[in-house]
């Protein structure tokens, strides 16, 4: 009798478990519908700006969606807000500090919007491409509006795409695009990928002196697209005469791991001597080479600079290790993402050349071809923000 | 008097019971949490999703009870679709040659790790992790971290749409795979070797199992069957890249064990086996159309696997006669206990 007792139990302990997966659920579907009604719908009026020249374009590429479009709300270039729309926002995966400032973007316009809170959803980083395609796959079947996605599989997201377009979907890029760009609408990007070589090129001379100086790249890892883009991109800089001062001695990869990152800035110290500057346009490789010289007493030889995250470079800015780095705001991103894509999903824009439309508090935008990628359109948001002891907080 | 229990034991069928219980409770919830989960679409999709995983876990089902394990099998999944992109990127070898070729290599992945296995007597664990690792750099080699596509059509419409009628070329392989390894394993000779091999490597050579032989086939069919996998894969996904795959291995292992294969060899079947991947995926797409989080999701499935480890490890302590006279470590017990019950069969 004990056995089957002990069988019952477990069984019981398996059903509570289904049974609280199935509650904690229940709860955020309830709070969906709270935030639906709650929300204010209020805001679409109050930033009215005044954008006559880019409102004619609209309204040309504009001709299939009339209909359903409000006037009042085309007049302006505002989105009308409070209507139905249903999106996931799909990181690259989650658990990382920018994705989650990116969600608080889009649930601020999605507030403003007075409209349905994105799902954010994302894979885990150990399973990043099968689970975005799975989260896309799924998107198709719950027949969603619009999936905004910040792609880390490649081409291999498209067959997934192609499927939840047929839907009649929208998906948007945001921070990493689909590459060939098939399938995708828009593609919000952070920064003009050229500008980034100027801006390192600049924090660069600003910390080495008018007299220049040499330096390092301690970049994620070698098939990295968008830092290969910006490093070529600063590559170019490098090579006119305004910069012949500034010596680029070496670029070494840390893969984007805070360890090995930590290993390599030590390594181009021992390697080149009359280094002054480790550049690394990834976050994680910031941080860990600014830790590096901390840690080795060399700040006063060797500083560093690149893309970092305000929070995790403080320390190291006031401390003089890391005088200056640059960003954009990930809380933007979502928030001018969240914008375009429910534009583009109620009908109110049109994804093509020219379209323009105003997103909240950031002001207005136009949709454009992208002169980075063979085919594609983007929106730029721009532009960096250059942190030093003095804004870093 | 279990005549038709094939090889099986009571334990195990009372585990294929339990598990399709837990299935219906899954069914159940997913019914309950999203409108969109019956459907003919949604159920293609959700095989659709990991059927490259599942296809392997049926020979991983046959390694593991012959009481090995092949770690390697997601990186050769990634060797062999990248073998068929190189081939197809930068020399004029037709492409379904290029595929043949592709799954030739992961045979030979297979028999090579097998070799080492079964004649040099190297653990596989071992073996196969060097394999995980030295094969994916392979890949990666293959492909210069590129993504290499453009495919022939024919063979992105094979991996993207239905063959017959819904159905993708992958899921009726699947079917076919499930079927033929279930016949296998658990109706002929071949499988009751593995059975034999996996309980007692020893006593199976001195009966007269050719036990080197018959691992190496194993492995070879294992290599060849993950490269075929990745061939797959890469007709669902349209292009490759060197990090195909990664990590699957895991979620293969992980399914063949849910179903009641022990890790220390000479148990298991192939229906529950299936039931634990009907489980899996269903819990999958269940709580992904859910909005559940994929870290919650993952956290769901680990409880679950360990919820039925205990379980399982609580059937053999309380349901067997022998264990209670016999107070020995719960894995030894395990198949002190089983050994004389599968004899009976014989």
Known sequence: MIKYKKLLALIAALAMLAAACGSGDDDAGDDTVEDETTEETTDAGSDAEDDSMEEDDAMEDDSMEEDDADSGAMADGEFEAGLDFNAILLPKFTGIAVFDQANEGALEAAGELGTTEAEFLGPTADNSVAGQIEIVTNAATQGVDAVMISNNAGDQIEPAVADLVDTGAVVVTWDSPIPSSNGESVFVAQVDFDETGKVMADMARSILGDDGGSFAILSASPDASNQNAWIGALEEVLATDEYADLVLLDTVYGNDESEESYNQALALVDQHPDMELIMSPTTVGIAAAAKAMQDEDLCDDVKVSGLGLPDEMRAYTQSGCAPEFALWSFVDLGYLTYYVTYGLATGQIEAADGASFSAGRMGDYTIETDPTRDAGLRVLMGPFTVYNADNVG | ?346
């Open chain 2, 1 to 346: 008097m279990t005549g038709t229990l094939g090889f099986l034991t009571r334990e195990d069928r009372r585990w294929e019971l339990l598990l399709f219980g837990i299935l219906v409770l899954t069914v159940i919830f997913n019914v309950t949490q999203s409108t969109n989960y019956v459907g003919v679409n949604n159920f293609v999709n959700l095989f659709e999703l990991s059927i490259e995983k599942i296809i392997i876990a049926v020979v991983m089902a046959f390694v593991i009870i012959s009481g090995e394990i092949d770690l390697s099998v997601a990186s050769v999944m990634g060797v062999g679709a990248c073998v068929v992109a190189a081939l197809h990127d930068s020399t004029s070898v037709p492409f379904l040659l290029a595929i043949i070729i592709a799954i030739g290599v992961g045979g030979l992945a297979g028999f090579i790790q097998g070799w080492c296995t079964a004649k040099l007597g190297v653990p596989s664990l071992v073996v196969t992790l060097a394999g995980l690792i030295g094969f994916r750099g392979l890949a990666r080699i293959l492909v210069e971290d590129r993504s290499i596509g453009d495919f022939p059509s024919w063979f992105d419409s094979l991996g993207q749409s239905g063959l017959i009628g819904p159905l993708p070329f992958s899921v009726i392989v699947f079917a076919a795979a499930i079927s033929f390894g279930g016949v296998l394993l658990g109706r002929t000779g071949l499988g009751r070797r593995a059975y034999v091999i996996g309980d007692n490597a020893e006593m199976a050579r001195f009966s007269g199992v050719d036990v080197v032989d018959y691992k190496i086939r194993l492995f070879v069919v294992s290599g060849a069957v993950a490269a075929f996998a990745g061939v797959l894969f890469a007709a669902r996904l349209g292009s490759v890249r060197g990090d195909l795959a990664s990590g699957f291995e895991l979620d293969i292992i992980t399914m063949v064990l849910l179903g009641g294969v022990s890790i220390f060899g000479g148990t298991g079947s192939m229906v529950g086996v299936f039931i634990s991947i009907l489980i899996v995926l269903n819990l999958r797409n269940g709580l992904g159309l859910a909005n559940v989080e994929a870290n919650t999701q993952t956290g769901i499935i680990g409880v679950i696997l360990i919820a039925s480890v205990v379980l399982r490890n609580t059937f053999d302590r309380f349901e067997t006669p022998a264990a209670e006279t016999d107070p020995v470590l719960p894995n030894e017990k395990t198949s002190a206990n089983q050994t004389p019950t599968r004899r009976e069969h014989e």
